[in-house]
């Protein structure tokens, strides 16, 4: 996306600004962005070419199960459950996982559509992307502001809370791969069919 976006706003690809970085080689990051900023890149573009010159964030540059085992290490009691969650994506036309620093999303050709995060110790929250403004939204879910929060439409989704991205609608907490249930499972597969 970030080479995308480079091409569209500049019409050069990243071997081309590479180059002319190398040219004009500046003495650290903060140098880099101003001169890049000066050419009209900016954004996850510039981000894109200070790492090229500077190097990848370890957590950019690591494997899938890497990430994952770091997000786990200190709550193996939810790894069945995890795997269980990545089970029932994997049977989800057109799904792809993948792995972050923090998190898992779950993802269709469209756009995320689920993210699943070791909340605490001994929970798993599965946010969701649902259409549905009656399970939940950003906009109005704190108290007193009159809009559902979710809970209501079934007593286990509640709001995305903070550790969600944006785009999410809604949370599942699970707790044990007995959560994962026909409910859960039907929700993960609306949220995708929702997001194709």
Do not use: H
Not at 29 to 57: K, N, Q, S
Not at 137 to 156: D, P, Q
């Amino acid at each position: 996306m970030s080479e995308r976006l480079l091409i569209e706003r500049t019409g050069q690809d990243v071997a081309a600004w590479n180059a002319r970085i190398a040219a004009e080689p500046p003495p650290d990051e903060d140098a880099l962005r101003a001169w890049l900023g000066e050419r009209g890149v900016t954004g996850y573009a510039r981000t894109l070419l200070v790492m090229e010159r500077f190097g990848y964030p370890g957590f950019l540059t690591a494997d899938a199960d890497s990430l994952i085992d770091a997000q786990y290490a200190d709550r193996r009691a939810l790894r069945p459950l995890l795997d269980a969650l990545l089970a029932a994506a994997a049977d989800l036309p057109g799904v792809e996982a993948q792995a972050r620093k923090t998190y898992v999303t779950l993802v269709t050709a469209r756009r995320t559509f689920a993210q699943i995060v070791p909340a605490t110790r001994d929970r798993i929250d599965l946010g969701l992307r649902l259409p549905d403004p009656a399970l939940g939204s950003r906009a109005g879910t704190s108290a007193g502001a009159g809009a559902s929060t979710g809970a209501e439409t079934g007593g286990r989704l509640l709001p995305p809370g903070s550790k969600m991205a944006e785009t999410i609608t809604c949370r599942l907490p699970l707790t044990q791969p007995g959560d994962l249930d026909a409910d859960a499972l039907e929700l993960l597969a609306r949220a995708a069919d929702a997001n194709r």
